[in-house]
């Protein structure tokens, strides 16, 4: 089960932290939730802070590679922070890891 927690909102960016599993109808509730609320809103940087997050399915990657494409679409950027074990793993295994994490942080350096 997905958990979302209070967005921090700070000028055009903000970040919201994951915890739990991205799966099923949680993607889908997570994408749409994000969509209507920040993609077309006046933040340019979306980061989902992904330090909590266990696991990733198929629907979750979908979800997180459609709004990164919608937000792209409107001018804005969209970030993991930190995604960890299976979920940085399942990423890099399909060649995205480097859409959502900026490259110092893939190196394993922070942000």
């Not at 991205?22 to 509730?29: P, S």
């Not at 930190?82 to 399909?94: C, E, M, N, S, Y």
């Not at 890891?97 to 942080?105: K, N």
Request: hydrophobic share 45%.
């Amino acid at each position: 089960m997905l958990e979302v927690g209070a967005p921090e909102r700070s000028g055009e960016s903000v970040s919201i932290p994951l915890r739990g599993s991205l799966v099923g109808l949680d993607a889908a509730r997570l994408r749409n939730g994000l969509a209507k609320h920040y993609v077309d809103d006046g933040v340019a940087v979306i980061v989902l802070d992904a330090r909590g997050l266990a696991f990733v399915d198929e629907d979750g990657v979908g979800a997180l590679l459609r709004l990164r494409a919608e937000a792209t679409v409107k001018g804005k950027q969209l970030w993991l922070r930190d995604p960890r074990g299976q979920v940085r793993d399942k990423l890099a295994l399909i060649n995205v890891l480097g859409m959502f994490v900026p490259s110092d942080e893939e190196a394993g350096e922070e942000p």
